[in-house]
């Protein structure tokens, strides 16, 4: 059972992969992400991942995604024509595609290598032996006890982390100052061409969020 | 007080005194300068008096001292040490050289008073005495090589005092370069001396070259080729032929300059080392006749320059290129006591003679062409004075000095026996036209029709010109770098006038402390010093001796009669005769031509050399191939690393992979 | 299923995010290949943290997550600055640090 479970969500996985990586318009990469992001989760429940699953589904999937979505609808960026950029991309760029297509392949046959040639004969097992309980492996008060205890500088630093970046992200996305706010506009530029993925036009006078979504005021 | 420390007091005051004048030049007020130089030279030369007196209380077989200050290095079997050299050779030069040194920086007092380059000026003389007392009292190769280095220096600095003057600049780096040629002759020399002696130290080389390291025979290959490399230095720093062009060209340098340097003290270096290396040069008699046919050559064909040069002071310095010549020859055949001598006499009347002509060149306002120059006699009669008796001492009339000392060195010369009968006869010759020239300088510059400056002076009026260079014509003005506004005449400055007295008395009377057969002073003072010579014999057969004297004696008078009657009696002669023969009047005015052969042959191929290397190895090789070069490849390898900082975020972010991809890979080799 | 295919996915999820990285021009899709990268490594550190039996590695996943969801935000943030800056939203036209 457990196989077939593996299987299935090993595809969502791949698929989800692959579909972020050829995918052009970018709301089909984000939803290709999130795809791959609940089968992810599927195999950390295999793992007997409980809480890390959930955390994935609720906080990754659920609100980081989300948060892209609403990006890649404000900024959008055109569909890309990968077959047609490659050919007419400056040497650069093609070039360096195909040696990054290569590295990437290099890079795959190590790990694989480095990952089972390994000469742990663990991994070849099914993992340690599960006890169920209260408190067992990957419940969330298990791994509540481990933040709280063994992890708990880890956790500090996260935390205050993700306050660091919640400033930087509203400091970086927000209103502009008077000293900038002229030098946004190129002189002589009307508002910017209408792009598909935008249901209005962006504002001439870029302020909050709200008054960009809510048109000029 | 030990002789040592009176010996390193002499060295200590004239270098006090340079320290003192060239770092104190703007505190010391006014003309302290010159004061404080002539003071530090004078308490050097009661240093030295101390030194005699301290050394002759010594036993005569211990009156050769060695006293080291500290050891410098010790490297490879060569010790090098700072040490001094005090016996009675060296004792008796530095009583010369500090002696006519503080008379001679007395008479610059007077003399440099108006220049703006006062201080500087005796900073560097003093300079000049303390090396040249180093190289005198210098007690190993080394020190002596450093001694012979510095006073080249100092002639160099002293030659071009006057720096705005481009004949001045140019004779200073002539002399320079000839010098060098002379400080390779001195390093070279010592090295071959070193290779069998095994030691720098002076008495040490001397004690083990009488032992035996050249071998037993004479002529050693190696000892012939250090003496001559050592007779190389020894002409190039007296101007003996063929390094003497500098000379003439030396008289660029203000005059005191000439007479101290270029008369008294630098030139007779040479004389000085080959009387301190007489033990080697014994044991190679080659290269002491070299040396004595150079010596010999030199005082004739200088003596025949003198006759046709129309500048004063050049006349003078090709006076003391030939009595130079008298020296080197004297101490070439054994003649040490007599060369000494001689040098000690020269020193009193050149200096004499020169400082008379300053004296003369500054009434005339500069001016210092003969053929400008008349019937002084009346307006300048200190001057006169002092022109007579140098010329007259000069040309070996008794009983001034100069007629005891010349006379000695031939007389020894003649006792030699064999070929020497040749030098005697040349000697004799030479003699005749010293005396020649010397009066025809005196005759024509004090005698005949007053000029117009002379009859200024008389009426009490210094003549004044407009400041040019003597030799070409030129403009000059007054300020630093250019000689000072006004003139120094002897009659009208009292500093002058001690100084000249001083030496006028050493040349009058120096002679008579070695009178032959009478008494020996200079022979037994020197005796320790040149104990171990076979030719220090003084025992003089009788005939010889009286011929000698009458012989030196009338060839005087003769010399003299001639040149009053060519320039006093009839003064057109000098004319008459250099239109009968005008192809030998160009031989002596063109200096016989060394310096065309000198520019031709060495100077002409070395600049030729000089512009292939700066055109094309320098410009091509170096510039562009070498150093343009190397900084292409540089660049060229900037730009191929340039390129990966491409801007392309991508084309990091695949660098990045391609490195895991690296590391993993190396790990994975690894296990 | 041994751990040793859970490893292979990530080895293969980390592989194709790096080719994302590299080829995609949009810089928000970049990222989105970059969260591929960082969850492949969460995969393993699940997969190994079963393997041995204790929870080190699952909460080494978590923190791995906070900081993907923090950088997410930064991340973000500057391409919206870009885009009011009236820039190209292209990688490739970001280059003003070329050397």
Known sequence: MSSVLFFIAAIGVLAGAIGVVVLRNPIYCVLALVVHLVALAVLFLLLRAEFVAAIQVVIYAGAVMVLYVFVVAYVGGEAENIGARLRSAGPTGAALRRAGAILAAALLVELLIALLGTGLSAINRHGAAYTPGPQAYGTPAYIGKLLLTRFLLAFEIASFLLLIAAVGGVVLAGRSTGAVRDSDQAPGDGPPPESPSEPMGVPAITGSMAEGVGGSA | ?671 | ?99
């Not at chain 2, 050891?71 to 010369?96: C, K, Q, R, W």
């Not at chain 2, 500054?362 to 053929?371: H, P, Y």
């Not at chain 2, 002669?573 to 031509?593: C, Q, S």
Request: charged share 10%; net charge neutral; proline share 4%.
């Open chain 2, 1 to 671: 007080m030990s002789t040592a420390a009176w010996a390193w007091l002499v060295l200590a005051f004239p270098l006090a005194g340079m320290l003192i004048v060239a770092f104190g030049f703007r505190v010391v007020w006014g003309r302290g300068a010159g004061w404080i130089a002539t003071g530090a030279i004078l308490l050097s030369f009661g240093a030295s008096i101390g030194a005699l007196i301290s050394l002759q209380q010594h036993a005569p077989a211990h009156r050769q001292i060695v006293s080291t200050l500290y050891h410098y290095a010790s490297t490879v079997g060569v010790n090098a040490d700072m040490s001094i050299l005090v016996d009675p050779l060296s004792v008796f030069m530095i009583l010369v050289v500090s002696g006519v040194s503080t008379l001679i920086h007395l008479y610059s007092v007077s003399y440099m008073e108006s220049d703006r380059g006062y201080a500087r000026y005796f900073a560097y003389l003093n300079f000049f005495v303390f090396a040249m007392l180093l190289l005198v009292l210098a007690g190993n190769f080394l020190l002596l090589t450093v001694g012979w280095a510095f006073v080249g220096a100092a002639s160099y600095m002293l030659i071009s005092f006057w720096y705005r003057r481009s004949t001045a600049t140019r004779a200073g780096i002539y002399a320079f370069v000839i010098n060098v040629v002379g400080d390779v002759g001195m390093v070279l020399g010592t090295y071959f001396i070193f290779k069998h002696t095994h030691t720098l130290d002076l008495l040490g080389s001397f004690h083990a070259a009488s032992g035996g390291a050249f071998g037993h025979a004479t002529n050693n290959g190696d000892l012939v080729a250090g003496c001559v490399m050592l007779l190389v230095a020894a002409f190039a720093k007296s101007a003996q032929l063929p390094l003497h062009t500098w000379l003439p060209d030396a008289m660029e340098g203000p005059t005191p300059v000439s007479s101290l340097i270029h008369a008294a003290t630098m030139v007779t270096a040479g004389v000085y080392l080959i009387a301190r290396t007489h033990t080697l040069f014994e044991l190679a008699p080659s290269a002491q006749d070299v040396g004595a046919i150079v010596g010999v050559a030199t005082l004739v064909v200088a003596g025949t320059i003198a006759l046709a040069q129309p500048d004063i002071k050049r006349v003078i310095a090709y006076s003391t290129m030939s009595q130079i010549g008298y020296m080197i020859m004297g101490v070439s055949v054994g003649a040490y006591a007599a060369g000494m001598f001689h040098l000690m006499t020269h020193a009193f009347f050149k200096a004499l003679l020169f400082m008379g002509a300053g004296s003369l060149i500054g009434a005339m306002a500069g001016e210092q062409s003969l053929d400008r120059m008349g019937g002084l006699r009346r307006a300048l009669p200190f001057t006169f004075a002092a022109f007579v008796i140098g010329g007259l001492a000069l040309s070996g009339i008794p009983p001034f000095s100069g007629f005891f000392s010349k006379d000695e060195i031939l007389l020894v010369t003649g006792e030699r026996g064999g070929w020497h009968w040749a030098l005697y006869v040349l000697g004799y010759i030479g003699a005749l036209l010293t005396a020649i020239y010397t009066f025809r300088m005196i005759f024509r510059a004090f005698f005949g029709e007053p000029v117009e400056e002379a009859r200024k002076l008389e009426a009490g009026v210094v003549p004044h010109a407009h400041p040019a260079n003597p030799a070409t014509g030129e403009p000059e003005d007054t300020g630093v770098g250019f000689p000072g506004p006004t003139h120094a005449i002897a009659e009208r400055a009292l500093p002058m006038r001690v100084a000249m007295w001083l030496l006028a008395l050493g040349a009058i009377g120096a002679g008579l402390i070695q009178i032959p057969k009478v008494d020996f002073v200079i022979d037994d003072f020197l005796r320790p010093s040149f104990g171990n010579s076979s030719l220090y014999a003084t025992h003089t057969k009788n005939g010889l001796l009286t011929v000698g004297l009458v012989l030196g004696t009338v060839i005087g008078l003769v010399g003299i009669a001639i040149a009053y009657f060519a320039w006093v009696v009839r003064p057109g002669t000098a004319t008459v005769v250099r239109e009968r023969v005008p192809a030998l009047y160009r031989l002596l005015a063109n200096k016989w031509y060394f310096d065309a052969a000198l520019e031709r042959v060495v100077v002409a191929p070395m600049v030729a050399l000089g512009r292939l290397a700066r055109g094309d190895i320098e410009r091509v090789f170096v510039d562009e191939a070498l150093v343009g070069g190397t900084s292409a490849i540089v660049r060229a390898g900037s730009a191929a690393v340039r390129a990966a900082q491409s801007g392309f975020v991508r084309y990091y972010a695949a660098l990045l992979i391609l490195g895991v991809a690296g590391v993993s890979f190396y790990f994975l080799l690894q296990t």
């Open chain 3, 1 to 99: 299923m041994t751990i040793a295919w859970y490893l292979a996915v990530s080895a293969i999820v980390f592989t194709l995010g790096a080719i994302g990285v590299i080829t995609r021009r949009n810089p928000l899709v970049v990222l989105l290949c970059l969260e591929l990268m960082l969850n492949g490594g969460n995969l393993a550190l699940v997969a190994f943290s079963r393997m041995w039996g204790d929870g080190d590695g699952q909460i080494l996943a978590i923190v791995v997550l906070t900081v993907a969801a923090c950088e997410v935000c930064i991340g973000l943030g500057l391409v919206v600055a870009i885009y009011r800056r009236r820039l190209p939203i292209d990688v490739d036209e970001m280059r003003e640090l070329h050397g």
